[in-house]
């Protein structure tokens, strides 16, 4: 894997170089904030584990969604990583789910942190990596697009004007399994990746814009740039599963002579 912007290839990596972000078995090392609920409360049973599969659930919600769009954050944040999230949409949304919404989700990008998160907060502040399924109507309908909840991105040197931004993907249509990738680098890049193809670049991630609701104005601090943050999985209503979720850090020791030396690093951080 070639790093943009990083000028070496990764060839020293080894699957026990990745963090699986989900383990499989539960999801004790996520932290939930559902919108009208407060930090901690799975409800519904919203997120939960079968059979090995994350699966985003409405079966305990009594039939309507009620704009309670909610999110799953790993426990602690990250700088420069490569993110690998495979997903796939099962089933039917719920019948009051935005048309938007409709086999619609995302992994949210340098989030805040979620107990900063007011209660009636419908989105993170975050760069989100929207995850879509096709409608099967023959319309195409991309993956690995980009919206800016509450933060500002720049695309082709310019900054993007509307809050989503569509990729070049292909659609994707019924249950089959997607594999997208994320490399993020601070505050200078993101790479979007679906099936392999690259399919969206973006620079300069920072705070401002709008579309999100209900935040605490002290955390929006327009024009800070996102040089970190909390990943997390959406839920808008329509039922989803993540089988894979896994990240490669890219920040670590650049000493050579160190035996926590990695080739792919391109950020340095102390040799502990």
């Known amino acids: 894997m070639l790093l943009p912007c990083a000028g070496r290839t990764a060839t020293a990596q080894t699957e026990k170089d990745w963090?699986?972000?989900?383990?499989?078995?539960?999801?004790?090392?996520?932290?939930?904030?559902?919108?009208?609920?407060?930090?901690?409360?799975?409800?519904?049973?919203?997120?939960?584990?079968?059979?090995?599969?994350?699966?985003?659930?409405?079966?305990?919600?009594?039939?309507?969604?009620?704009?309670?769009?909610?999110?799953?954050?790993?426990?602690?944040?990250?700088?420069?990583?490569?993110?690998?999230?495979?997903?796939?949409f099962v089933g039917d949304w719920l019948k009051d789910t935005p048309e938007w919404a409709y086999r619609n989700s995302g992994a949210m990008l340098h989030g805040q942190?979620?107990?900063?998160?007011?209660?009636?907060?419908?989105?993170p502040i975050s760069i989100e990596f929207q995850l879509l399924g096709g409608l099967s109507d023959g319309k195409p309908r991309p993956t690995g697009n980009m919206c800016s909840p509450g933060?500002?991105?720049?695309?082709?040197?310019?900054?993007?004007?509307?809050?989503?931004?569509?990729?070049?993907?292909?659609?994707?249509?019924?249950?089959?399994?997607?594999?997208?990738?994320?490399?993020?680098?601070?505050?200078?890049?993101?790479?979007?990746?679906?099936n392999g193809d690259t399919v969206l670049r973006l620079t300069k991630p920072q705070i401002g814009g709008g579309s999100v609701n209900g935040f605490d104005p002290a955390v929006k601090v327009n024009g800070k740039p996102l040089t970190e943050g909390w990943i997390s999985l959406q839920s808008e209503g329509s039922p989803v599963e993540f089988r894979l979720v896994k990240l490669l850090n890219l920040s670590g020791?650049?000493?050579?002579?160190?035996?926590?030396y990695r080739a792919y690093f391109v950020k340095s951080e102390a040799c502990k």
């Open 151 to 194: 933060t500002e991105v720049f695309i082709n040197g310019a900054m993007a004007r509307s809050h989503c931004v569509n990729s070049t993907s292909k659609t994707y249509d019924g249950d089959q399994w997607v594999r997208t990738e994320a490399i993020v680098l601070g505050d200078s890049l993101m790479k979007f990746i679906v």
């Open 19 to 88: 963090i699986n972000l989900f383990n499989g078995r539960d999801i004790n090392d996520w932290v939930v904030k559902i919108a009208k609920h407060d930090v901690g409360e799975n409800y519904g049973n919203t997120f939960r584990v079968v059979n090995g599969v994350l699966t985003v659930s409405y079966d305990q919600y009594g039939g309507t969604f009620g704009n309670q769009f909610g999110h799953l954050f790993y426990k602690q944040p990250f700088s420069y990583y490569h993110l690998v999230v495979e997903y796939r």
């Open 113 to 123: 942190d979620p107990k900063t998160m007011l209660r009636d907060q419908d989105f």
């Open 253 to 260: 020791c650049m000493d050579k002579s160190s035996p926590k």
